[in-house]
């Protein structure tokens, strides 16, 4: 059965600081998605990793992928109130079709 | 380009009631799929579609059914609506090869 899981589920941080969510997935999946998601808002695209080793960056987001340990993680720089959102991570399925596994969300707050 | 668009934005159905919710993408997408959300929960996969006339089971089918008859639309029947129905619905859809998958905005279904 596939898996993922996020920790932490919430998370309450001050500007200016750094933190990291952690997303752990169960299959040998090389792909892996975050998203963005506001209250009562739909999911906006943030990365997708392909590969063992991908990092991608977008302003204070940074993303990561291992395949050997099945971990993806976001790494939050100097936050700031905008990045008040939920974050989740998902894996896709093997053989195609890209159907995405999600795990449950990680709550950010990020306080003045 | 209007992305995935999905109607209605909000209904309520009473118990035993069905309704189709209507999903439309305008990116000429070979892959379509329909995920719920429950409150504080992830996203999971109900149905998907590779194709026009070509449908699968997700991880939570139970209660739904699809068709794909044109590219563009994949609408999700619900029969006999129960209250575990209670969800937002969020169609998708994606190319092969391409990876990225476009959410619509979501519909919001009570049962009662």
């Known amino acids: 059965e596939l898996k993922v899981e996020q920790n932490p589920l919430f998370l309450s941080m001050q500007e200016g600081k750094n933190y990291t969510i952690y997303c752990n997935y169960s299959?040998?999946?090389?792909?892996l998605y975050w998203y963005r998601q506001d209250p009562g808002k739909s999911l906006e695209s943030l990365f997708v990793l392909l590969s063992n080793g991908a990092v991608k960056q977008e302003g204070r987001l940074m993303a990561s992928l291992d395949t050997k340990a099945r971990l993806s993680t976001l790494h939050i720089t100097a936050a700031v109130h905008d990045l008040s959102a939920t974050y989740f991570c998902a894996e896709a399925f093997q053989g195609g079709s890209e159907k995405l596994v999600f795990g449950k969300g990680t709550k950010l707050t990020v306080n003045p | 380009n209007a992305g995935v668009t999905q109607t209605p934005k909000f209904r309520i159905l009473k118990i035993g009631q069905s309704m189709t919710l209507q999903c439309t993408q305008d990116?000429?997408?070979?892959?379509m799929y329909w995920y719920r959300q429950d409150p504080g929960m992830g996203l999971k996969l109900i149905y998907y579609?590779?194709?026009?006339?070509?449908?699968d089971k997700g991880e939570v089918p139970n209660g739904y059914n699809v068709s794909r008859s044109t590219t563009e639309d994949f609408p999700l029947r619900l029969e006999l609506a129960a209250p575990s129905q209670t969800s937002v619905y969020f169609c998708?859809?994606?190319?092969?090869?391409?990876?990225?998958?476009?959410f619509g905005p979501g519909t919001r279904l009570t049962v009662t």
């Open positions: 990116m000429n997408h070979n892959y």
């Open positions: 299959t040998t999946s090389d792909r």
């Open positions: 998708a859809s994606s190319t092969p090869g391409w990876y990225e998958q476009y």
């Open positions: 579609s590779v194709g026009a006339g070509i449908t």
